[in-house]
């Protein structure tokens, strides 16, 4: 009853709850923002603030750290009408990719050049600054937290406890509310879906009620999904059986009606074309990845980035990943 594209999600989503982590930051505190969103939760005391050694920051030169060569900060920074920084999920994703992208240089060399592209891209870099040392702060803890063996749901609520100690609410919110709402809903229909108390009905009723918090579209979808799939099990056992397509389509004709039965079919076409561009996308990403080993990890995330822009919109690209995270946690 957990198909593919709902583990696919389950498996990004848990990349986010529990993969922030890396090696052990040493920046230092969060300085005070002069913002209130940023108030919060004092981070413990460490090196100067960036204010403090912004000159020298600015005149001295960038630790070398080739994966960081040409660093993208375009879009990750928002800003309000005047032209200061609000912090939003974009910071925070732009601040993670790239510390996981030098995952094995010093993190407080990485921070050096998180910092010089926020001054690049805003003319009041200190609130940038502040979420920046905070999030490090955050980010450390969550690496010393064992989150092994825990449920998922016990998993999530550490870290949203955790998050809350270092983000006051307000902006713990704004950073990763939409998030975690996603992770509880996953989470919740996967306890539903593989509950073997339920029998197939009252497990759809359940899965149904779950859903009615979505909007009508998305429910639409993810209901016509579940009863392809039903279908696409009852039919692959009529196969086995030496049952005809012909008889197979009146069946399903009879069962679920003409109209439900174009739809499912014309759902199982789109998949399938799905699945296909997936796979010849594959291909070329391994034949890439053999082209570009040995190279940087900037340099192969660059290519790999081109890649999937050249095999799919830019609306498909959460998809895909969602597919490539799947991939990677089935991995050894």
């Excluded at 052990?24 to 460490?46: F, N």
């Excluded at 407080?108 to 870099?125: G, S």
């Excluded at 899965?207 to 016509?224: A, D, S």
């Excluded at 799939?229 to 086995?240: G, N």
Aim: charged residues 35%; hydrophobic residues 40%; proline residues 7%.
């Amino acid at each position: 009853m957990f198909d593919t594209p709902r583990a696919a999600a389950l498996a990004a989503l848990l990349g986010l709850l529990g993969c922030e982590a890396g090696h052990d930051p040493t920046a230092g505190a969060a300085p005070e923002a002069e913002r209130p969103g940023l108030a919060g939760p004092e981070a413990p005391a460490g090196p100067p603030s960036p204010q403090e050694g912004a000159k020298d920051t600015a005149e001295a030169p960038l630790p070398t750290i080739p994966e960081l060569d040409g660093i993208n900060s375009r879009g990750a920074f928002d800003t309000d009408g005047s032209g200061r920084f609000v912090p939003s999920r974009a910071a925070v994703e732009f601040f993670e990719y790239n510390l996981g992208l030098a995952e094995d240089a010093p993190v407080a060399d990485v921070r050096l050049h998180l910092e010089a592209a926020i001054r690049r891209e805003l003319a009041e870099p200190e609130p940038a600054l502040a979420l920046l040392d905070r999030y490090l702060v955050y980010r450390e803890e969550l690496h010393a937290t064992d989150l092994d063996g825990l449920e998922l749901s016990d998993r999530l609520d550490r870290v949203h406890a955790l998050r809350r100690q270092h983000f006051p609410p307000e902006l713990a919110d704004a950073l990763f509310a939409a998030e975690e709402g996603r992770a509880r809903f996953e989470i919740e229909w996967r306890r539903i879906a593989e509950d073997p108390s339920l029998t197939d009905v009252e497990r759809e009723r359940r899965l149904e009620e779950h859903e009615q918090q979505l909007p009508g579209p998305v429910r639409l979808r993810r209901k016509l999904a579940r009863v392809a799939l039903q279908v696409e099990r009852e039919e692959a056992e009529l196969r086995a059986e030496g049952v005809s397509e012909e008889e197979i389509r009146a069946r399903r004709n009879e069962r679920y009606g003409a109209t439900a039965t174009e739809r499912l079919e014309q759902l199982r076409a789109t998949r399938a074309a799905w699945d296909a561009r997936v796979a010849r996308y594959r291909e070329a990403r391994t034949a890439l990845l053999a082209e570009l080993e040995g190279r940087g990890a900037a340099e192969r995330e660059r290519a790999l980035e081109a890649l999937r822009n050249e095999h799919f919109e830019p609306s498909e690209l959460d998809r895909l990943r969602a597919v490539e995270a799947a991939e990677d946690a089935e991995t050894p």
